[in-house]
């Protein structure tokens, strides 16, 4: 994989491969192994790359390419050809799932793009500003929803989708060009779907093995990148390095089941443990990634991406299993909210007043989460599943919220960004519906990007065998009975198609996703570097956010057995992020 970027001028202003090299340069660690800029004879395009080499390391695949004596092209990974456009169109494209990248700005003067949004704000042309309705959508989800950015004026290409811009006439067209389709189900046994999806699976993976460089595999322990370590041992002739993470706390510390699947597979396992202390590379991590991001496990994502760059340039991992084959515990309380729904109010109303009992005598997590699932079933079933995943709900943004930019804000839902795609699904299926707006959510600004950035910024090209565009557009196919049996055998098919291959010991323990135990940290070791960025009387945030608010989360956090561990991780990475951005 590289890093790519460019620049079009459509006013007298000339482009000069100065400032097309400090672009590449801000973005370097996409590709060390080489650099090339072009510029066009009127000095109105130019374009600019730097290569990680990973197949074909000579030099015929430097970019820019020129080609057909016609096109000059900087890509990411796939190229995607209109060979019959007319001259002067500059034509950009995402991939279908968002694995990589693309950011822009286009103000009728000047468009500039890049893998990364840091090498724009190296153009003179723009100039930073937060944008604080993304932040606003951020503190619910965690991320950033395309296509916003959390900078003014700069936005993201959502995934599938292209961008089209005439040069001469400086009109831009964005349209989309590829969607899941959930409603084409094919009526094949459960033999029959676990020897297709066996097969495609490993299809996925052998492809993937294809490297002039060192390859090896991220292991976490859990039924995707065990399955992907397995596959890729059938096909290498010398044992597939390994690579895990650990933590202290045994109730986040997977490398147990990391093992198993090392010693089965005989494979050159490496491992790492994270302490408290690893938190000194927030800052950086944060100026990495960007945009205000929340997701706690781009820790340990970095450090075994940084591990995993010492011994290989290629790792592949298991990311996309869970929303191929619905692997998450909110899809099963999705669906016995929806059977709920099926039955009667009754069974709402008794839900209802019993967990506000339960609540009023033993406050915890477990309670609180009882209450916003059984209060939340009066809404609508997309709104609903928004409550399940939120950190911040619109009740307890407004208690957050002191400034008047971001009061007035409450009025633009944030629900409704994942709600929408509920309504655009192909499909008539509720638990289908939930399933592809993760995918076209969750997984791009989240999952993806995590790894993107992670893995990318040690120069490590990550791949995922999983989101082989032809092995989800076959998962859509699977009945959704065949993905979570009764309330809660999730990825049930996968499974059955694994076993005797992956051991029963690994593959039906109990799913702890790649947590971080922020919530044990912030009530020891990092309690005073949490209170000393969150309640400063000089935090951008205390601008905007009532810091009695914050300091009455971090007390019943610290005091009671309700943990507020996500929502003070997203304040504290948002804080750094002004920090870094905005200071």
């Not at 956090?557 to 561990?565: E, F, G, P, R, V």
Request: charged share 25%; aromatic share 12%; proline share 4%.
């Amino acid at each position: 994989m590289c890093g790519i970027a460019g620049k079009i001028s459509f006013d007298n202003n000339s482009i000069t491969t100065t400032e097309i090299k400090r672009m590449t340069s801000v973005i370097a660690h996409r590709g060390p192994d080489d650099e090339g800029i072009w510029v066009s004879k009127n000095k109105k395009v130019g374009l600019g790359h730097r290569r990680l080499s990973i197949i074909d390391l000579s030099k015929s695949g430097h970019q820019p390419m020129e080609y057909l004596n016609r096109y000059q092209i900087v890509f990411n990974g796939e190229i995607y050809n209109f060979q019959k456009e007319k001259e002067n169109i500059l034509f950009c494209a995402r991939d279908r799932v968002g694995k990589k990248p693309f950011k822009y700005f286009y103000d009728k003067k000047v468009f500039v793009f890049a893998s990364e949004l840091k090498a724009i704000l190296t153009q003179p042309e723009y100039h930073k500003e937060p944008d604080f309705e993304a932040i606003h959508h951020y503190l619910t989800l965690q991320y950033v929803p395309a296509p916003l950015t959390g900078f003014k004026n700069i936005f993201k290409l959502e995934p599938a989708h292209y961008l089209k811009l005439d040069i001469n006439k400086n009109i831009l067209i964005k349209k989309g060009y590829w969607r899941l389709d959930y409603s084409r189900k094919l009526n094949l046994s459960k033999k029959e779907w676990q020897k297709k999806i066996i097969n495609k699976l490993d299809e996925s993976v052998k492809i993937r093995m294809i490297s002039d460089v060192p390859l090896g595999a991220f292991l976490s322990g859990g039924i995707d990148s065990s399955a992907v370590v397995g596959l890729m041992s059938k096909h290498s002739l010398k044992p597939v390095k390994t690579f895990s993470i650990g933590f202290e706390d045994e109730k986040y510390n997977e490398l147990k089941y990391a093992r198993i699947i090392a010693d089965k597979f005989k494979t050159d396992h490496t491992e790492f443990i994270v302490k408290p202390d690893a938190i000194e590379v927030l800052p950086m991590l944060v100026k990495q990634y960007e945009e205000p991001y929340a997701d706690s496990s781009a820790l340990p994502t970095y450090y075994v991406s940084k591990l995993t760059r010492d011994f290989v340039t290629v790792a592949l991992n298991g990311d996309g299993g869970d929303e191929n084959f619905a692997g998450y515990d909110r899809y099963s309380i999705q669906k016995l909210s929806l059977l709920i729904d099926s039955i009667n109010k009754p069974v709402q109303i008794i839900g209802s007043s019993l967990s506000k009992q339960i609540h009023k005598r033993a406050k915890s997590t477990f309670s609180e989460r009882m209450l916003r699932y059984f209060s939340s079933l009066n809404e609508e079933y997309d709104h609903r599943y928004v409550n399940y995943i939120c950190y911040f709900t619109n009740t307890t943004k407004a208690d957050l919220y002191k400034s008047n930019i971001f009061t007035k804000l409450l009025e633009k839902d944030s629900y409704q960004i994942i709600a929408d795609q509920f309504r655009v699904a192909e499909t008539k299926n509720k638990l289908d519906q939930t399933l592809f707006s993760d995918i076209v959510t969750y997984l791009p600004e989240d999952l993806l990007a995590k790894v993107d950035i992670a893995t990318m910024a040690v120069s490590l090209e990550g791949r995922s065998p999983f989101l082989d565009h032809e092995f989800i557009e076959m998962t859509a196919k699977i009945p959704i009975n065949l993905k979570i049996k009764g309330l809660n055998n999730k990825k049930y098919i996968l499974k059955k198609a694994l076993e005797g291959f992956i051991p029963n010991e690994v593959m039906y323990r109990p799913k702890k996703g790649f947590g971080v135990p922020i919530g044990a940290w912030f009530k020891e070791d990092l309690d005073s570097y949490l209170k000393n960025i969150l309640l400063s009387p000089q935090a951008h945030i205390a601008k905007y956010f009532n810091q009695s608010y914050i300091r009455k989360l971090i007390t019943v956090h610290q005091k009671t057995n309700i943990s507020y561990a996500y929502q003070l991780w997203a304040l504290l990475t948002l804080e750094l992020w002004f920090k870094e951005y905005f200071n």
